[in-house]
């Protein structure tokens, strides 16, 4: 099992920055992919950025070049660095725990609202 607590959203004017933060506990954290999802209303749960145990990065096409995710595994935390938010940024941003190990597992937290407006 691993706990995530998401941290960092808020409401910024657009062209602004946030980060998130994700803490994690309960497993191995490093063996992980760590992933960040967002949920706009009345939309399906999507991709923004995963980072693998390796520390390879993916990006939603979108966000590529706006947006950083990183890891830091001595304090069981994964970032999503948000620079020149768009109104269309507002959402729910999930974290996300992934690990295929003969089964799959996955572990969510519970959401951080990202209000993205003037």
């Known amino acids: 099992q691993v706990q995530l607590v998401e941290s960092g959203g808020g409401l910024v004017q657009p062209g602004g920055s946030l980060r998130l933060s994700c803490a994690a506990s309960g497993s191995i954290f490093s063996i992980y992919t760590m992933g960040w999802y967002r949920q706009a209303p009345g939309k399906q749960r999507e991709l923004v950025a995963y980072i693998t145990s390796g520390g390879t990065t993916n990006y939603a096409d979108s966000r590529q070049g706006r947006f950083t995710i990183s890891r830091d595994n001595a304090k069981n935390t994964v970032y999503l660095q948000m620079n020149s938010l768009k109104p269309e940024d507002t959402a729910v941003y999930y974290c996300?725990?992934?690990?295929?190990?003969?089964?799959?597992?996955?572990?969510w937290g519970q959401g951080t609202q990202v209000t993205v407006s003037s």
């Open positions: 996300n725990a992934h690990l295929v190990a003969g089964s799959r597992y996955d572990f």
